[in-house]
């Protein structure tokens, strides 16, 4: 079956950086377009980017020029390198993959930026 796991969250000041990971499995990971999500605390869930199978990508405007989604099609992972991190980027952020015309979320992992 399809699976997702997100990993590289955690605590970091502002202005830091961290480097999410979501590995898949369960599918043509090749073929598919890849998309990170973020909700956060009392909010709903935010689109922040989208790579495509051909490896073109597209940001949410509060992100650009901070945030690089890329893929890894050997290692069925995407990536999301997030840098100049602010307050207002803690959330909860979710990978997501569109396969055979469905939808799958992965678990979540918690970005925190805080002093």
């Known amino acids: 079956q399809v699976q997702l796991v997100e990993s590289g969250g955690g605590l970091v000041q502002p202005g830091g950086s961290l480097r999410l990971s979501c590995a898949a499995s369960?599918?043509?990971?090749?073929?598919?377009?890849m998309y990170w999500f973020r909700q956060a605390p009392g909010k709903g869930r935010e689109w922040v980017a989208t790579i495509s199978n051909g490896g073109s990508t597209n940001y949410v405007e509060v992100v650009k020029g901070r945030f690089t989604l890329s893929r890894d099609n050997a290692k069925s992972t995407t990536y999301l390198q997030m840098t100049g991190l602010k307050p207002e980027d803690t959330a909860v952020y979710y990978c997501?993959?569109?396969?055979?015309?469905?939808?799958?979320w992965g678990q979540g992992t918690q970005v925190t930026v805080s002093s």
């Open positions: 369960g599918f043509t990971f090749s073929t598919a377009a």
């Open positions: 997501r993959a569109y396969y055979g015309l469905q939808y799958y």
